[in-house]
């Protein structure tokens, strides 16, 4: 029996959604979905540049799992641009941060959350 996933945290909600191409490919309309955590992800280590273990920290799990859920995001991504996919952002393992309370020890590193 596999160990039960940890949650991983996120920041907030995405601000949107899911993107289309403006153009649909000559094959129609296929979709692909990016996991919150993975949309985190990519926040942390691409837009806020972040190092792997500080940007898992924030995340409450491993380096080794950030690099893997990031690795997986990356590749969504991409496929979603290549291939001229719609790119739906939804679902996933996490809970937002909690408010108001620091926790202790590894877990949600804080922020300007």
Known sequence: MPR???MRFVQGPPVVDGFLPNRMPPWGRAEIVLPIEGLEAIRLSD??????????RRMNVSRQTFGRI???????????????????????HFELPPRGRRRRGRGWGGGPF
């Open 47 to 56: 837009l806020e540049g972040l190092d792997q273990e500080t940007a898992a």
């Open 70 to 92: 990031l690795a997986e995001a990356r590749r969504t991504v991409a496929e979603a641009l290549v291939m001229g996919k719609v790119l739906r952002i939804e679902g996933g």
């Open 4 to 6: 039960p996933r940890k």
